[in-house]
């Protein structure tokens, strides 16, 4: 897998990326695979925005948002 770390902001206001949720692949003999899910409970609101962030071995990186 080339990721290398994500993260997951989930309540993002539109401006500053806050990680309230990351997974790390590690480095040198100590690297593995990445966790591909997180869960959190969310209390009830109208709508809200979730943003991911993801960063590749290479150091690319890339997000999107979702309202949910």
């Not at 080339?2 to 997951?8: E, K, T």
């Not at 500053?16 to 997974?23: L, Y």
């Not at 869960?39 to 071995?57: F, G, M, Q």
């Amino acid at each position: 897998m080339l990721i290398d770390c994500w993260a997951v902001d989930w309540g993002y206001a539109g401006r500053t990326f806050k990680s309230r949720w990351q997974a790390f692949r590690g480095n040198g003999k100590r690297a593995r695979a990445v966790v591909t899910e997180a869960r959190e409970t969310l209390k009830k609101k109208n709508k809200r925005t979730t943003a991911v962030r993801v960063v590749d071995i290479f150091g690319n990186d890339a997000g999107a948002t979702v309202e949910v």
